[in-house]
């Protein structure tokens, strides 16, 4: 080969070498920028991924996202595992706010109760906003001689360990509930896990338990026909499709709270104009009076709130479950 044909091949050669670099620059500087992408977000389908419990937030607030951001919002149901599943989809997606997840209360109990988690949800996980809370009602047989906490409290005191509660399977809210109430009050129950609310409800209409701590869209129908006594309720403030029954903070343990929730989650790494975006039109939607309307018709209190008034939240919600945790010496099925 001539020198000058070798002197032609090594340009081209270079050529070709600093278009592909310039190239790789622009695609990484410009075409794939996060502020980019986040600026044209979104650009295709959103799904929104549901573990444990009913999708039904999911849904009222999906349908609405997918009007307001002009792209659908799919549905996905991974209730395997009390939520892991559904968390670790998430916590592993890629960060660009095509993947969320509908939290509840599974998931900062199982950040504490469960030993050997594939994500955290503290680190993996980034909070959008909290939707609703509804509060448990606890409730008895209408056949009890029981009309009050303070009337159940002193059967309990009388009879250690012969009140049976219900809940819809050990580590849920619904049991904590009840451990949280023996600890406070000082009493010994004995706990009778379910494998859904639904089986506890029909056993304690049958009287074969005494009580429990029943999610309020399951519970009202029945409070309201007279198959259930409510007898109190378990948020720090009355319920507003009963605001005649007590909470349990107010008659006399005023550190009882707990409570179940819908709230949004995405990956840890999602820029945070994603985020707010997110953010801004979930509080939009939740202050629409259709979906207020719908939320409170299936049970739910609608709230929605910003990042940091969730991320305040769900610590909170972790540091209780894992006080009551200890105490009781729960441990994992």
């Not at 044909?5 to 592909?20: D, H, N, P």
């Not at 006594?229 to 008659?251: H, N």
């Not at 975006?277 to 929605?304: C, H, S, T, W, Y």
Request: glycine share 8%; hydrophobic share 40%; net charge positive.
């Amino acid at each position: 080969m001539s020198q000058a044909v070798r002197s032609i091949t090594s340009f081209l050669q270079r050529r070709t070498y600093t278009q592909a670099l310039l190239l790789l620059a622009t695609a990484a500087g410009v075409g794939f920028s996060p502020v980019a992408s986040s600026q044209d977000y979104p650009s295709r389908p959103i799904r929104l991924y549901v573990g444990p419990g009913p999708d039904i937030l999911a849904r009222i607030v999906g349908e609405k996202l997918a009007s307001s951001l002009g792209q659908p919002v799919v549905i996905e149901q991974r209730p395997a595992a009390g939520g892991i599943v559904a968390g670790d989809t998430v916590a592993k997606a890629a960060p660009d706010g095509y993947s969320m997840l509908l939290t509840t209360g599974s998931y900062t109990i199982n950040s504490v109760l469960q030993p050997k988690m594939p994500y955290s949800l503290k680190q993996d996980l980034k909070p959008v906003s909290l939707l609703a809370t509804l509060p448990f009602v606890l409730v008895v047989n209408p056949s009890l001689p029981i009309q009050n906490l303070k009337e159940l409290l002193a059967q309990a005191r009388s009879n250690p360990g012969k009140i049976n509660y219900a809940s819809s399977g050990s580590g849920t809210p619904a049991h904590l509930a009840g451990e949280m109430l023996k600890q406070m009050a000082k009493v010994e129950m004995v706990h009778i896990p379910y494998k859904s609310a639904g089986a506890g409800l029909t056993d304690l209409m049958g009287g074969q338990v005494q009580m429990m701590f029943a999610p309020a869209p399951s519970a009202l129908p029945l409070i309201k026909s007279g198959k259930l006594r409510a007898i109190s309720v378990s948020s720090p403030k009355r319920y507003s499709s009963l605001p005649d029954v007590p909470t349990i903070a107010e008659e006399g343990y005023p550190d009882f709270s707990i409570v179940g929730w819908n709230g949004l989650h995405v990956p840890a790494k999602t820029p945070l104009l994603i985020i707010d975006k997110l953010n801004a039109e979930v509080l939009r939607i939740m202050r629409i009076p259709d979906v207020q309307e719908r939320a409170i018709k299936a049970g739910f209190e609608p709230i929605g709130t910003s990042i940091k008034e969730f991320e305040a939240f769900q610590n909170q919600d972790i540091a209780r479950m894992e006080t009551v945790i200890k105490a009781g010496n729960i441990q994992p099925e």
